[in-house]
């Protein structure tokens, strides 16, 4: 997988989402929060805990903890 910065001049991309399964949803989000926007914290749902936050260009991303680990 690579990322790529935004090309200056360029609109972001707001219709694509990426998603990664994470250990601790917390700690990630601890840290990702220190430098970028959280846009839902982490919350319990029946897939498991799930966050979203934004890339340095605003682009969302979706952090999931399952629950059997």
Do not use: H
């Not at 360029?10 to 601790?24: C, E, P, Q």
């Not at 220190?34 to 498991?48: C, F, L, N, R």
């Amino acid at each position: 997988l690579e990322i790529y910065p935004l090309p200056v001049g360029k609109l972001t991309d707001t219709t694509t989402r990426i998603g990664f399964n994470v250990s601790d949803i917390n700690s990630v989000v601890a840290v990702i929060a220190s430098v970028e926007e959280v846009a839902s914290k982490p919350k319990a749902t029946q897939w498991g805990v799930r966050a979203v936050v934004r890339d340095p260009d605003g682009r969302t991303v979706e952090l999931c903890e399952t629950l059997d680990g």
